[in-house]
């Protein structure tokens, strides 16, 4: 069975003086059943590569085939098996949420009902509201509901949880776990990094247009050599300096260091080894700490060692 989606030397170039290349040959395959992330920031592409893969946005060049089929060529056949949730979906205010979900589950051959579809999403209690009177995170979940109206084999969101307070983020997280229980396959970007490691079976690092890592999140966090982090800050460095990154590279259980602007990230095997060891070499070297903190290994931490900047912080921006 051909994948659900893939692309192959997939580029968009926008005209300009200069040209924009916002995608530069980006290569893709989600297999069928599983849930795959697109994780980068801002302006990495991430949200033209899946419009194109949506077919809402022609490539300047390169290959797509979704759930076996071709854009140009079987198109309704296409747009009847999926399901897609924009990054800013606007809908009409002057529709009620059900009139909405009703005019969507119109535009599909099969589909569940409408009343159903409020139900996943927990939007019973406004079935009659406008939609103009609605919150942004009610707004969000109204546009995954008319993604799901079509009952798809593949759903695409961008973004699905921006907006959501946390109890109805994870309402979505169950959603989407049950969606993939079904045997159906997602594709989802996202800027939250736990997200991604809950929801996603593989992800896919963007930068600038272009895959830089891709893995299930476990194996690309054990590329760091260590699935734990110890970070410190300290006060005014000594006479001596700051703490120079060879020296701690070499203390035990540490696999790799990062300093960025006075602030110290190491990847250690054990947490409970590098930390009497870190201690002991900061007093040796008149160093004080100013604060310490440790945590698990995550995607943000593949995405700095790759591209030398973090990716929350550029999400946040």
Avoid at 51 to 69: D, F, H, K, M, Y
Avoid at 85 to 112: A, N
Avoid at 139 to 158: C, H, I, N, S, T
Wanted: charged letters at 25%.
């Amino acid at each position: 069975m051909s994948a659900a989606v893939c692309c192959s030397n997939l580029v968009k170039r926008y005209d300009g003086r200069p040209p924009v290349e916002a995608v530069r040959g980006l290569d893709l395959s989600v297999e069928r059943g599983e849930c795959f992330g697109l994780l980068g920031p801002n302006g990495a592409g991430k949200t033209t590569t899946i419009e194109i893969l949506e077919g809402l946005l022609p490539a300047t060049s390169g290959e797509v085939e979704i759930l076996g089929r071709r854009w140009g060529r079987e198109d309704d056949a296409i747009r009847q098996r999926i399901g897609i949730s924009l990054q800013e979906t606007r809908l009409s205010e002057k529709l009620s949420v059900l009139e909405t979900l009703t005019l969507f589950r119109s535009f599909y051959h099969c589909g569940i009902a409408p009343e159903e579809a409020l139900r996943r999403l927990g939007l019973e209690e406004k079935a009659r509201a406008w939609v103009g009177k609605l919150s942004g995170g009610q707004k969000q979940r109204l546009a995954v509901a008319a993604a799901l109206v079509g009952d798809p084999e593949l759903l695409f969101l961008d973004e699905p949880t921006t907006g959501l307070d946390p109890q109805s983020r994870r309402q979505l997280w169950e959603i989407i776990a049950d969606f993939r229980r079904q045997g159906r396959t997602v594709l989802i970007t996202t800027h939250y990094m736990e997200e991604a490691q809950r929801l996603c079976d593989r992800v896919a690092i963007v930068d600038q247009g272009r895959v830089i890592a891709h893995g299930a999140p476990r194996e690309l966090i054990a590329s760091l050599g260590g699935e734990h982090v110890l970070e410190f800050t300290l006060e005014i460095p000594t006479a001596d300096g700051r703490p120079a990154a060879d020296a701690l590279l070499s203390l035990p259980a540490v696999s790799d260091v990062r300093i960025d602007d006075g602030h110290f990230a190491l990847s250690v095997t054990e947490p409970h080894v590098a930390l009497p060891a870190l201690l002991d070499h900061l007093k040796r070297s008149g160093h004080e700490l100013t604060s310490l903190t440790t945590r698990h290994a995550s995607l943000d931490d593949v995405f700095v060692k790759l591209a030398g900047r973090r990716l929350d912080a550029e999400a946040a921006a």
